[in-house]
């Protein structure tokens, strides 16, 4: 299967606002894994376009209690 048919723009837009969020608060995967109680490997599947993982609203929710943000800064400001 084509990785382009696993995740779409969308997806891609908002794993990568989280990845950008995390990285500049300094949290690792698997502080990620453990707030969300999630296993390790499932933020790096993810992250990874090899895998149909992406995040679900709860765990966007959550993220950004632990980032202290809305749950709209992972959200583009425009359609994609």
């Not at 149909?52 to 800064?73: G, I, M, Q, T, V």
Request: hydrophobic residues 35%; positive net charge; proline residues 5%.
């Amino acid at each position: 299967m084509a990785t382009s048919n696993l995740k779409n723009k969308i997806d891609w837009y908002v794993i990568s606002r989280v990845k950008e969020i995390r990285i500049k608060l300094g949290f690792e995967q698997d502080d990620l894994a453990v707030h969300l109680d999630v296993s390790n490997g499932f933020i790096g599947q993810i992250e990874s376009p090899n895998h149909r993982a992406k995040y679900n609203n709860n765990h966007l929710n959550e993220l950004a209690k632990l980032f202290k943000c809305s749950p709209k800064d992972f959200m583009p400001d425009k359609p994609l």
